[in-house]
């Protein structure tokens, strides 16, 4: 069983930034592949960026791209989302997922097993 806690979040105006960060319980984060997700109101829940179990591989939807940044530490059992360029299409609930034990190094999963309880990021204009 894996717990996520997401932290970071909270209210920014536009053009600014914010690091999100989620922690992981147990000892096999490193085999996990990692993602956030976003869901803001009255929309289905998307994939904003993704990273492998070594973290050599990421994922970004392109909304995000240029702007965001994954990242993890796997000896902290963390990782991150550094968000910058900051928009009021942003906004939306940040949930942090894990894939866990993971054969091969890359990003994209379907089907994640774990998932946090989100952290909310409102961007003003």
């Known amino acids: 069983q894996v717990q996520l806690g997401e932290s970071g979040g909270g209210l920014v105006q536009a053009g600014g930034s914010l690091r999100l960060s989620c922690a992981a319980s147990?000892?096999?984060?490193?085999?996990?592949?990692m993602a956030w997700f976003r869901q803001a109101p009255g929309k289905e829940r998307e994939r904003v960026a993704a990273?492998?179990?070594?973290?050599?591989?990421?994922y970004y939807t392109d909304s995000v791209k240029g702007r965001f940044t994954i990242s993890r530490d796997n000896a902290k059992n963390t990782v991150y989302l550094q968000m910058n360029s900051l928009k009021p299409e942003d906004t939306a609930v940040y949930y942090c997922?894990?894939?866990?034990?993971?054969?091969?190094?890359?990003?994209?999963?379907?089907?994640?097993?774990?998932w946090g309880k989100g952290t909310l990021v409102t961007v003003s204009s």
């Open positions: 997922a894990a894939k866990e034990a993971v054969k091969f190094d890359m990003p994209y999963y379907l089907g994640m097993d774990y």
């Open positions: 990273i492998s179990r070594s973290g050599s591989n990421t």
């Open positions: 147990g000892r096999t984060f490193f085999n996990n592949a």
